[in-house]
């Protein structure tokens, strides 16, 4: 079993599907994304200051929902994300459709297991 020390509060915890932090701080991240959640229910189309501001959540964790796809833009909004890949605006995730399918299709390619050598080599005894 191994341990860390969780980042966000420094307590000695044991990861459980490989979680970077403790279930405590887990439990405290999904409240914060709970409070941007409700918030953006009522205030459809504020903007992250606003947001940050009024949910005392840090436009850091708020861009960090925004990269994992949790909340997006507001439509006609899309030039405050970009795609990591090539650039072009996104409203939601690390990069835009074209980007993904050609990062999903690498990957696929990576894992797909390759053709296994063939096994019916003819043998014999050597002679000298």
Partial sequence: MSIKKCPRCGKIFSPISGSLICG???KLEEQEFEKVRSYLKINRGADINTVSKET???TKKILKYLREGRIE???GMSDFLKCEK???NIRSGQY???CSEKVAKNL????????EPKTEAK???RRN
């Fill in 123 to 125: 043998m014999h005894i």
């Fill in 24 to 26: 405590e701080c887990i």
């Fill in 108 to 115: 696929q390619s990576v894992l797909i297991k390759k053709e």
């Fill in 73 to 75: 833009v507001t439509e």
């Fill in 86 to 88: 090539c650039g072009v």
């Fill in 56 to 58: 005392e959540v840090s």
């Fill in 96 to 98: 835009c459709r074209s």
